[in-house]
């Protein structure tokens, strides 16, 4: 992937690489190398939009890297989708026409099947616990795996844990899924695991949720808690169980054609950034999650948690679940998963006691 100084980009020219963006030319590319002074722009596609804790950390991405290089790298986000989706715009980093986005790990285990093992069901219990996976060697093992695919990870983000609304009752036991017809996002794994816990997982296009939910074709849905106040289910669906299902992360991907035309100072900047807008990221998608609950019930739903006691009953149905993807996902790739589980439970209990 290549840059021109927009000084000499036509407004033609512009307006063609908005709709297609194609690769820019190798003479470019070499012409930047040679003139480390001119400024470089870098596109940042995500689905959501710039109001969202993603659409935010990349502002904030994009503040870091302009004062670090006094302006001489500047990020432009292009929020909503406009560049694409999850997959497509990871393909684009690929081939070289689009420069960065963050997309979920599901989107990735068609290259590195490991990515598949953090939304394994009832993984992770609390925010501190997908911190302590995620920035672990397990999380950096899965992000060395991705320049082999054109890509770099620099970072991890949040998207969070996903959570259950439903219009039938509340939600604390196993039984109470029972027949619930539930849709689920569009994941095999997801489908299995609720019919594993009695639900009928049904599979809908995300924007034709709402109006299945209101005319009573859907009994429920999963989602996390921004999306579920964003997309307004709390008018159409009565209860929040904090179900904290699975938990979904984006990783912070560049094209690594464009990795690689940058020197090795301007790498460590962008890493450098990406890391410190991940520690805002997260604080901000996980202060906005606490008023959503707020919000969610002083919109009128009940919200409920799954019983204690509940847990590791789910848990070992579910199990059956986890074994059936760790073979899809490998088996190697799960090993790793649940050493560092193992590891990182070690430490805390250190910790603990230490004190």
Not at 159 to 171: A, E, Y
Not at 187 to 213: I, R, W
Request: glycine share 6%.
């Amino acid at each position: 992937m290549q840059y021109v100084s927009r000084r000499f980009v036509t407004p033609l020219l512009i307006a063609f690489c908005a709709v297609s963006m194609p690769a820019i030319s190798q003479n470019s590319s070499q012409n930047n190398a040679q003139n480390p002074s001119q400024t470089r722009y870098i596109r940042f596609g995500i689905g959501l939009s710039e109001d969202h804790p993603q659409g935010m950390a990349v502002r904030k991405f994009a503040e870091i890297v302009s004062e670090k290089t006094q302006g001489r790298i500047k990020i432009e986000l292009f929020a909503g989708g406009k560049l694409g989706n999850d997959v497509s715009m990871t393909d684009a980093l690929k081939a070289g026409k689009l420069e960065m986005t963050a997309p979920d790990t599901s989107s990735l285990v068609r290259f590195t099947s490991g990515f598949g093992v953090i939304n394994f069901p009832f993984l992770l219990s609390t925010e501190q616990d997908a911190d302590a996976l995620l920035d672990s060697k397990f999380g950096n093992e899965l992000l060395a795996t991705l320049p082999a695919h054109g890509l770099v990870g620099l970072a991890w983000w949040e998207n969070g844990f996903r959570n259950l609304t439903n219009s039938r009752s509340p939600v604390t036991r196993r039984t109470d899924l029972m027949d619930l017809k539930v849709r689920v996002m569009p994941n095999a794994m997801f489908s299995d695991t609720f019919q594993t816990l009695g639900a009928q997982p049904l599979k809908l296009p995300f924007p034709e949720v709402y109006a299945n939910l209101k005319e009573g074709k859907v009994q429920a849905q999963e989602n996390p808690l921004i999306t579920i106040y964003a997309s307004k289910f709390y008018e159409v669906q009565q209860h929040l169980t904090l179900s904290r299902h699975a938990y979904s992360a984006w990783p912070v991907l560049i094209s690594k054609p464009v990795w690689e035309s940058f020197s090795a100072a301007d790498q460590a900047i962008l890493k450098t950034a990406a890391l410190e807008s991940s520690k805002y990221q997260r604080e901000l998608i996980r202060s906005r999650n606490a008023q959503m609950v707020d919000e969610l019930k002083k919109l009128g739903m009940k919200v409920t948690e799954i019983d204690r006691a509940e847990l590791p009953l789910i848990r070992l149905s579910t199990r059956k679940v986890i074994d059936k993807y760790a073979k899809e996902f490998g088996e190697d790739w799960t090993k790793k998963l649940y050493l560092q589980l193992a590891i990182n439970e070690h430490n805390k209990l250190q910790r603990s006691v230490s004190r």
